[in-house]
Every structure is written in structure tokens, then in C-alpha cells.
């Protein structure tokens, strides 16, 4: 079956630095969302893609944050300066329309 | 916006008992996903159920969308289910097509 691959696994980035996290949606799916879990709590919306363009963000998604899908497979999600705050799990999903696929996640660490 | 309720947000069993957990949300969806949230913080879809009651091995899951909740069945648990179960929703067409998660139920199951 499929998957949505994401990767790094695990990144530990140090606090000020760029991050990007690396996501391959499955092939033939049309939308492309970013999820956020910080330790111990419920996982929360960042971000979604579609026909190459975001199509909704939350106010989490502020001007750190920008989103790429350089080309036909990967879609990528940026953090220009990190904060201790943005340590979390990211998760990557796609979707033909429903239901959504996620990857198994990067953990994000800014020390 | 849609809000996502769960219950209860602990349970502790022991091996072979089953369980229900429930999620209720503020209005109509049309998608509704359970996962399950490993010790390595993977989240496993466990069913995409918008309506009506689906089965798979040991899990079930039942979603009655004119009343507003879903619930999932474990039965004859295993250690091996433990880790927190989430509900997810996308609301209707007021809403947008990303996730509102519950805060999850924690399950521990002893051996």
C-alpha cells in the first residue's frame, strides 16, 4: 500500500538556525496538509496545499513558516528562524479528497 | 470553529477486557478518522468512518453523525494497544477540509 514518506526521522536544529522538513505525499493525491503535535498534547493543523497554492493555515502558520512543493513529488515545509517552541512532531498527510494519509512524522528538537 | 471532545481521557485495563472510547463533536462532518498514537508517536489510521460502523479484527467503530459522536470498540485488548487514541474531524462545508483533532484518550493496557 502506498505511504506518505517523511524525513529526517528526527532533526535537532540549534535555536535561530532554518529548518526543512521533507515530505512525499502519494502519488496520485491532490492535497497536501502540515499537522503539528508539541509533547503530550493534541495534534493541531498548520497548513494546506492544493493546485499549488495554500488553501487554508492557521494562525499557528505565521511568517516563519512557508510551504514548497518543488516538484512533482516532494512537499516541503520551512521554518526560517526556529524558536525552543517549535520543537515538536510534524506530521506530513495527503489526500485524494478523503480520507487523509500520514507520514510517520519528524520530530523537530531546537536546542 | 468545529470542536472535538473525547472521553474518558484515561484508561487503564487489563489484557483480554474491552473498552469504548467516544468522541463528540459540535457539528456536522464529513470526514471522521480514529487513530492510534504509538510509543514512537506514529499515528496509525485505524478507520475513516463519516458515518455508519465499520470493523476490523479487534476494533470496531461506530459513527452516528445526526447525533454527533463515534465511538471505537476494543476488544479483548493487548499490551500492544496501548498509546493515546485520537478522533479527527473536517467539518462541513462551512468549514475547512484540514483536521480538528480531539485531545485523545491515553490507554494502558496491563499484561
Known amino acids: 500500500e502506498p505511504e506518505v514518506t517523511q524525513t529526517p526521522s528526527h532533526q535537532v536544529t540549534q535555536m535561530g538556525q532554518e529548518v526543512i522538513l521533507r515530505c512525499v505525499p502519494i502519488s496520485n493525491h491532490l492535497y497536501f496538509y502540515w499537522y503539528r503535535q508539541i509533547l503530550g498534547q493534541k495534534v493541531e493543523f498548520l497548513v494546506s496545499f492544493y493546485n499549488n497554492e495554500i488553501s487554508e493555515k492557521s494562525e499557528i502558520f505565521d511568517d516563519q513558516f512557508s510551504v514548497e512543493r518543488p516538484d512533482g513529488s516532494n512537499f516541503t515545509l520551512k521554518i526560517r528562524s526556529t524558536k525552543l517552541e517549535d520543537s515538536a512532531m510534524y506530521f506530513c498527510?495527503?489526500?485524494?479528497?478523503?480520507?487523509?494519509?500520514f507520514g510517520d512524522g519528524t520530530r523537530l528538537s531546537i536546542l | 470553529g468545529i470542536q472535538v471532545e473525547q472521553s474518558p481521557p484515561d484508561l487503564i485495563l487489563q489484557e483480554g477486557a474491552n473498552s469504548t472510547l467516544r468522541c463528540n463533536f459540535s457539528d456536522s462532518v464529513n470526514n471522521l478518522q480514529w487513530f492510534h498514537q504509538n510509543p514512537w508517536g506514529q499515528l496509525i489510521n485505524l478507520f475513516y468512518i463519516p458515518s455508519g460502523t465499520k470493523q476490523n479484527g479487534r476494533l470496531s467503530a461506530t459513527t452516528v453523525a445526526t447525533e454527533r459522536y463515534s465511538l471505537l470498540y476494543i476488544s479483548s485488548s493487548q499490551t500492544t494497544d496501548s498509546g493515546v487514541y485520537f478522533c479527527?474531524?473536517?467539518?462541513?462545508?462551512?468549514?475547512?477540509?484540514?483536521?480538528?483533532f480531539g485531545p485523545g484518550t491515553r490507554l494502558s493496557v496491563l499484561p
Open positions: 479527527a474531524v473536517t467539518g462541513g462545508f462551512n468549514y475547512g477540509q484540514n483536521f480538528v
Open positions: 498527510a495527503s489526500s485524494p479528497g478523503l480520507p487523509q494519509h
